[in-house]
């Protein structure tokens, strides 16, 4: 599967944005779809999943403020963050992966990427 994310930008804290991801195929039903987020100087973080057997995960850092959902008539992902805080800057990247709904967030071989869409948060 080919993923292809957007929708980042420049926003004032508190406030919102929705990023998006494209993917290339059908997803429900075969992938565990995810963000995940890199900020300078740091490793890359899981920050929200959403199983293809339809249960949510949020990293707790995000819990409560963005919301992970899908478009399954357009193979779309979406992850709404709203609340947004400076420590939410960096860039996101859209994941998909087969296999159990229980490891929604392994990353290893089977792990398909998009590029990265970059969020930054000025206060």
């Known amino acids: 599967v080919q993923l292809q994310a957007s929708g980042g930008g420049l926003v004032q804290t508190g406030g919102y944005l929705r990023l998006s991801c494209a993917a290339s195929?059908?997803?429900?039903?075969?992938?565990?779809m995810r963000w995940f987020r890199q900020a300078p100087g740091k490793e890359r973080e899981f920050v929200a999943a959403?199983?293809?057997?339809?249960?949510?995960y949020y990293a707790d850092s995000v819990k409560g403020r963005f919301t992970i959902s899908t478009d399954d008539s357009k193979n779309m992902v979406y992850l709404q963050m709203n609340s947004l805080k400076s420590e939410d800057t960096a860039v996101y990247y859209c994941?998909?992966?087969?296999?159990?709904?229980?490891?929604?967030?392994?990353?290893?071989?089977?792990?398909?990427w998009g590029q990265g869409t970059e969020v930054t948060v000025s206060s």
């Open positions: 994941s998909a992966r087969r296999g159990s709904p229980a490891l929604y967030r392994m990353v290893d071989d089977n792990t398909y």
């Open positions: 195929e059908r997803t429900s039903s075969r992938y565990n």
């Open positions: 959403v199983t293809w057997s339809g249960y949510t």
